[in-house]
């Protein structure tokens, strides 16, 4: 696997606070990459770290299995583009004009103007003045100058962070179909779990600073087993029963859940609890969220830091 963004041990601190720790980032070429933490978890120093805008206090960046020295670093970004935080637009001007403003700074053909229209689904208003332009519509906006220079990397900082359900469903349809239709490799950030659970083919969980997990969905997920859920009219007998067999087991919102726990083991759970004279009216296997897993992640580091 060839990866795309490569960091190693990459920190930035502001004065004696450590806003990135030692991130070892491996964003493999072609992924959608989910790099998904809290406010303030560090997502925008690294950004803007990867990007050239600020410079590390220690570690180092790869970009296109190239280290990213002062040197060679505008070759490696002009394959890069990127939108970091609000596009910065001229309200003024008509969403076409401010593509040409750009265009002309990157020395790119004319007609990538009606090619990144058309990606973003901005071609109908593209005449209007961009102060009219919805949230929603200023964001895709932002994608298209980022894509005018046909990057192979697009970098997003919380592309959809603003936007009311409707801009954040439109911004979100397109980063799904970029991959696709440009085979461009995708980095973006959120906070908001759900978003990168629909789109990313990969992530990256950081929390204060430091990298908390790093890889597929699937992986995560594999690493946080099923909880059984056990709706019994005896619950309180029946925890009792369960604790007993050694089960790690808790009650909340009106039902018992077992964790850790297999499809036998929930076969082995629901007889044993029969067989001991308990009612049984709902027993499944629940796999936990992304959202529950983020969670669970980001609150064990926080109360560990806090200790
Ligand atoms: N220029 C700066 N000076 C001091 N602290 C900063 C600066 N930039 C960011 N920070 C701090 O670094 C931490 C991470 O910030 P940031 O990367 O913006 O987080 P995120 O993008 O994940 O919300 C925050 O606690 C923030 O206050
Ligand atoms: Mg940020």
Redesign the pocket.
């Known amino acids: 696997m060839s990866f795309i963004i490569e960091t190693n041990q990459l920190t930035?601190r502001?004065?004696d606070?450590v806003?990135?720790d030692a991130l070892d980032l491996c964003v493999p070429t072609g992924s959608v990459y989910g790099f998904l933490?809290?406010?303030?978890?560090?997502?925008?120093?690294?950004?803007?770290m990867l990007l050239g805008l600020?410079t590390p206090s220690a570690g180092g960046i790869q970009l296109f299995s190239q280290p990213m020295t002062a040197k060679d670093r505008r070759s490696a970004l002009r394959r890069v583009g990127a939108l970091v935080e609000m596009p910065s637009l001229y309200p003024h001007l008509t969403g076409r004009q401010n593509l040409e403003v750009t265009r002309r700074l990157l020395e790119v053909p004319v007609n990538r103007i009606d090619h990144v229209l058309a990606l973003v689904k901005l071609r109908e208003v593209a005449g209007k003045r961009v102060r009219e332009y919805s949230l929603g519509m200023k964001q895709r906006l932002g994608i298209a100058l980022a894509l005018l220079g046909q990057p192979d990397l697009l970098i997003l900082?919380?592309p959809t962070n603003g936007l009311d359900p409707a801009g954040i469903h439109e911004v979100r349809d397109l980063i799904r179909t970029l991959p696709g239709e440009l085979g461009i490799t995708i980095f973006l950030?959120s906070?908001l779990l759900s978003e990168v659970e629909q789109i990313a083919t990969h992530i990256g969980v950081?929390n204060?600073?430091k990298l908390l997990f790093q890889g597929t969905l699937g992986a995560l997920q594999a690493q946080h087993p099923a909880e059984l859920r056990i709706g019994t009219r005896q619950p309180s007998a029946a925890l009792e029963w369960l604790a007993k067999q050694h089960w790690s087991v808790e009650s909340r919102d009106k039902a018992l859940y077992v964790r850790s726990v297999n499809q036998a083991d929930a076969a082995h759970i629901n007889k044993g609890l029969i067989q001991a004279g308990l009612d049984v009216f709902h027993l499944t296997l629940e796999q936990p969220t992304l959202e529950q897993i983020f969670l669970q992640l980001t609150q064990q580091s926080g109360s560990e830091s806090a200790q």
Do not use: Q
């Open positions: 930035r502001y004065r606070f806003a990135v933490g809290p406010n303030g978890a560090g997502k925008t120093t690294t950004i803007r600020i900082d919380e950030s906070h950081i204060k600073g």
